[in-house]
């Protein structure tokens, strides 16, 4: 994972109040920045092209000085991937947001945490902005071993690190993470990472096991097989 910082006049204001919000970032190809036009029905560039938008955790906005910065995870192929390996000081970016983040309740003493790589950011938020009275059960799936990094401290976190088997689809160590956990009758939910995952851990958790949906949001931030430069929409319950 690589952090990037982006900065510039146009990002002075920009405050991102709630943990686990997103921006949208329009990433550039090798010939450099090209702003697509909105058709009344999608994006697409001059040359006909759907631009490459991805969406992102903004892991630290400061209004005051226009700094924004975002953490990528660096994996073979996808032009997320391809321009965060490669981007240098001056290069120009475009983003918009931010997207409504997840509203704490500062009277909840029981959360459930859990996502795969692409969550990290936003569980190092909720981590470092959750009540500290709060007890907290986090799970983490990480598809190599040596993925593992320090999170931010919380007196009452639990983090447990799932190491995804190599023949099994994204997301499964996290399913079975998150259905192996106690429910207490209070608990605060918050999951995020591949579709069809979070999608089999909604069903079990909402419909099943009938936790309030007030008390549970769960996102699909991206879809296995979908191709990399495909844009993905985000599921939410």
Do not use: C
Request: net charge negative; no cysteine.
């Amino acid at each position: 994972m690589t952090r990037v910082t982006l900065s510039g006049p146009e990002l002075v204001g920009l405050a991102v109040e709630d943990p686990g919000a997103s921006v949208r970032l329009l990433v550039p190809d090798r010939s450099g920045l090209v702003i697509p036009n909105w058709t009344g029905n999608e994006f697409l560039l001059p040359d006909g092209r759907r631009p490459a938008l991805r969406t992102l955790t903004p892991r630290r906005a400061d209004p005051a000085t226009g700094e924004l910065d975002v953490d990528i995870v660096i994996h073979e192929g996808g032009a997320l991937s391809e321009w965060a390996s490669r981007v240098a000081a001056g290069d120009d970016a475009a983003i918009s947001g931010p997207g409504r983040g997840y509203a704490i309740d500062p009277d909840a003493r029981a959360y459930l945490l859990a996502g795969d790589e692409t969550a990290i950011p936003a569980v190092s938020q909720l981590l470092e902005q959750l009540p500290h009275a709060a007890t907290i059960a986090a799970h983490v799936e990480i598809a190599h071993a040596d993925a593992r990094f320090a999170l931010p401290a919380h007196p009452g976190a639990s983090i447990e690190w799932h190491v995804l088997d190599g023949s099994s689809p994204p997301g499964d160590a996290m399913v079975t993470a998150v259905l192996a956990a106690p429910l207490p009758d209070d608990v605060r939910i918050w999951i995020a990472g591949e579709a069809a995952a979070v999608q089999r851990i909604r069903r079990e958790l909402l419909t099943t096991r009938g936790v309030p949906r007030s008390r549970a949001i769960i996102r699909g931030y991206w879809k296995f097989g979908r191709g990399a430069d495909e844009s993905t929409a985000d599921d939410e319950s």
